[in-house]
């Protein structure tokens, strides 16, 4: 992963000076709330239900053993021992005291992280495939420019304070890891006739009040031009977007109120008057960063797994069962990318306690080179595992509540951390999630079911994704009590939103609701590879909402 | 009028000054300082002498030659949503552009700052207002800026504080127009052989 030079590091240490000595003012009461707060929630600071809620930023989701080991060290002295994983491959403290906010970004600091931008009106952390580098359908490595990005974010001086947040994603593969037509920015590598390899540029795309899809601005940006083009299209938002209004605030609206083809013009105009300018990328920068990522070295192996392997696997169905769902393809022959389940029966998804973030930084070695990738599903993946040593990582994982193989299934439930903790929610996600994993938790009927991306937000906010699951679950607000709206349909790749079945239901029906919708699916289906968006591309969703109001439909008839 | 009671302190090019232009509100304001200027020399010689006159856009594009013509030094001071094209034009005899920031959170001013002196060339005073306070010019320094006024109950001086924050930049601004990656290849660059052109794919 990117190692800091001197430069790198001096930056984030003196951020850390600059939040300390701000805090103090607040403290002091030389600097007002109203003040305080634009300047809190640029280093990651949110004031919550209970208590601060301190959002660290994990770079396009990677990860170093020493790395974790200090997040676990922070849970346990400024926390109650336990973090989150967000569904922007961050990880969130929900216990941290504001006056100790300073302190933890100075631990943060002295193992290269920080909090730098993970909130607040400016550009946030880029996002991206959580198999980056391993995978075996990538272009480019999509984490060399989510470095150039990162730098060119930090501390930008002419869009911190943007109308609205910020969001960029970068995807390097053939396939969409990274949900790149619903954020602010999505860039998607791709290769042109003459085989150059460049990014389609994707603008507009978000979830939260107005879920919609991006708008193609460019089909193919050479390389060279990424931060120039990206100031373009940040100076016309900047600009333009709207002030007066939150909810109206992010850049899909501009795009749709200046309408696709206006908004282009204005970006390219702007472009024209920068491009080949001194930001224009070279490739001796792509070099240096790359050199600062040290990819590892990987031992010359087999591409094919040994007898013994072979023989454990068809001996150990639960092993075999686990590596099916939960270990992927490597780039590498005799290499595999391990997912470590958050997700098991019960449990809230993403939280991780001290000592399993322990646990995994000292997996992490024992079975590869040191590296974690938080996924925006909210698990962790160790991305460089021989596969020889599957069995063993295995029998380790299984004993830290990791294996449970429901990777790609419905209990992999993606899931904000609504009501119990954020301010902003409408309604609790965790008990609902919880309620859900311990209903679905028998895996023979998971794997029955087949491939389901099951999302929950605890409000408009989107932040659980729920409109891009292929069943969404919203929290809403109904005269004060928490009720829970469904969509069906959603999709991430190739990116869908979902669509309501009905009215709210009480947190109680909602796993009811979602036997009825599976009921539907399964005798529907054509075969066994057929997913449940598919099917509910293929019958609409009258047939789902039918079966899931019936029975209210009876009662009243009754 | 009295034009003696205006003179508030300000941050030019890093040090504290008084504020040397005089603001003209309305098109009264304008008639009775050319009522002045025509009874009193003196008015006029310190006009060139180096103080000026500061309007409103409104009242420029309203009254445009009447302003234009003062002698001295002028001003402008543009809203974050004004559009640059509509003075452009006149931005060669203007020597100071006066950005109002209504809250330090609106970065409209950001940009238009850093168009006015990239694209348009602008190199008078650009002046930040309103809501200025020591955690905001770092980033205002950085887009062109080069003249602050804080906001009230904020001593000149505790402005000063907030201009080093950072020691180094990643990215290309006004302040400096090479971002780092180039600065630090043209470093190298002095030392060796020119390296090879790029031509958009990935080393
Ligand atoms: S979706 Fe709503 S409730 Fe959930 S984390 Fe986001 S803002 Fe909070």
Redesign the interface.
């Known amino acids: 992963m990117y190692q800091y030079d001197e430069?790198d590091q001096?930056?984030v240490d003196?951020?850390v000076s600059?939040f300390r000595e701000?805090t103090r003012r607040f403290l002091d009461g030389q600097?007002s709330e109203e003040?305080f707060r634009?300047?809190r929630l640029q280093n990651g600071l949110y004031i919550q239900r209970h208590a601060p809620m301190l959002r660290v930023a994990i770079p396009y989701g990677v990860l170093a053993a020493r790395q974790l080991r200090r997040l676990a060290h922070i849970a346990r002295t400024y926390d109650r021992g336990v973090g989150h994983f967000s569904t922007r491959q961050n990880i969130q403290f929900n216990w941290p005291q504001l006056a100790q906010v300073p302190d933890i970004l100075a631990e943060l600091a002295a193992v290269q992280m920080h909090a730098i931008q993970t909130s607040g009106?400016c550009v946030r952390n880029t996002t991206t495939d959580h198999f980056a580098g391993v995978a075996a359908d990538e272009l480019?490595d999509p984490r060399?420019y989510c470095e150039v990005i990162r730098?060119?974010?930090?501390?930008?001086?002419?869009?911190?304070?943007?109308?609205r947040k910020f969001k960029i994603a970068v995807n390097g593969a053939l396939q969409d890891r990274a949900a790149t037509w619903v954020h602010d920015i999505g860039l998607h590598a791709v290769r042109d006739d003459q085989g150059?390899?460049?990014f389609r540029v994707i603008v507009g795309g978000g979830l939260g009040r107005t879920p919609m899809l991006g708008v193609l601005v460019r089909e193919f940006l050479?390389?060279?031009h990424l931060?120039t083009y990206l100031e373009a299209i940040l100076?016309v938002y900047?600009?333009y977007g709207r002030?007066d209004n939150k909810q109206k605030a992010r850049i899909k609206i501009l795009v749709k109120a200046l309408t696709p083809e206006r908004f282009i013009r204005e970006v390219e105009t702007e472009w024209l008057?920068w491009k080949d300018?001194?930001?224009?990328?070279?490739?001796?920068?792509?070099?240096?960063i790359?050199a600062r990522m040290q990819r590892p070295h990987y031992a010359s192996l087999p591409a094919a797994p040994s007898m013994a392997l072979q023989q454990m696997l068809a001996q150990q169905p639960g092993l075999r069962r686990w590596r099916e769902r939960n270990v992927q393809a490597h780039q590498v022959p005799g290499y595999a990318a391990v997912t470590l389940s958050l997700k098991a029966p019960g449990q809230a998804p993403g939280d991780i306690s001290a000592a399993q973030m322990d646990a995994v930084a000292d997996l992490s070695e024992q079975f590869g080179f040191g590296e974690i990738r938080v996924s925006h599903e909210q698990n962790l993946i160790l991305p460089d595992v021989e596969q020889e040593q599957l069995p063993a990582l295995y029998a380790a994982l299984k004993s830290w509540g990791f294996a449970t193989p429901n990777i790609g299934l419905l209990s992999n439930i993606i899931s904000c951390p609504g009501g119990d903790y954020c301010a902003l929610a409408n309604a609790r996600s965790i008990p609902v999630a919880q309620a859900i994993s311990q209903r679905f938790g028998d895996l023979q009927r998971l794997e029955e079911i087949g491939a389901l991306d099951l999302n929950i937000s605890g409000c408009m906010n989107a932040c659980g994704h729920h409109h891009v699951g292929h069943i969404g679950i919203l929290g809403v607000d109904k005269q004060g009590a928490e009720f829970y709206q469904i969509t069906i349909g959603g999709r991430q790749a190739p990116a869908r939103l979902g669509r309501v079945i009905g009215p709210a239901l009480a947190a109680e029906q909602v796993p009811d609701a979602i036997e009825r919708l599976l009921e539907v699916y399964l005798e529907q289906r054509r075969h066994e590879e057929e997913l449940f968006v598919e099917v509910v591309e293929r019958i609409g969703i009258e047939p789902f909402k039918e079966r899931v109001y019936a029975e209210e439909r009876q009662a009243l008839c009754a | 009028m009295n034009r003696t009671d205006i003179a508030q302190e300000m941050i030019l090019d890093g040090v504290i000054v008084r504020d040397p232009y005089q603001l003209v509100m309305s098109a009264q304001d304008l008639q009775a300082l050319w009522a002045d200027l025509s009874r009193e020399a003196e008015l006029a010689q310190a006009l060139r002498d180096g103080c000026g006159v500061l309007a409103p856009l409104t009242l420029m594009q309203a009254q445009k030659e009447a302003f234009l013509v003062l002698p001295g030094r002028k001003g402008l001071i543009v809203q974050p949503g004004d559009e640059p094209e509509s003075f452009a034009a006149e931005l060669e005899r203007l020597d100071l552009i006066a950005v109002d920031f209504p809250l330090?959170?609106?970065?409209?001013g950001?940009?238009?700052a850093?168009?006015l002196r990239d694209?348009y060339g602008f190199k008078g005073e650009l002046r930040a207002q309103g809501d200025v306070?020591e955690?905001t010019v770092?980033?205002?320094a950085?887009?062109g800026f080069n003249a602050f006024v804080p906001r009230s109950g904020v001593p000149p001086v505790q402005l000063l504080q907030g201009f080093h924050?950072?020691?180094?930049?990643?990215?290309?601004?006004v302040d400096c127009?090479?971002?780092?990656?180039?600065r630090?290849?043209l470093a190298?660059r002095e030392e060796m052989p020119a390296?090879?052109v790029?031509?958009?794919?990935?080393?």
């Open positions: 430069i001096r930056l003196e951020r600059q701000q600097l003040d634009p300047l009106n480019i060399i730098q060119w974010s930090t501390f930008h001086p002419e869009f911190a304070f943007l109308p150059q390899v460049g050479p390389l060279p931060l100076r900047n600009r002030r008057r300018g001194p930001s224009t990328l070279l490739p001796q920068e792509l070099a240096r790359e | 330090f959170t609106d970065g409209r950001h940009s238009l850093r168009t694209h306070f955690d770092h980033y205002l950085r887009c924050t950072f020691s180094e930049s990643y990215q290309a601004a127009p090479n971002p780092l990656f180039l630090r290849i190298q390296p090879a790029f031509t958009g794919n990935t080393p």
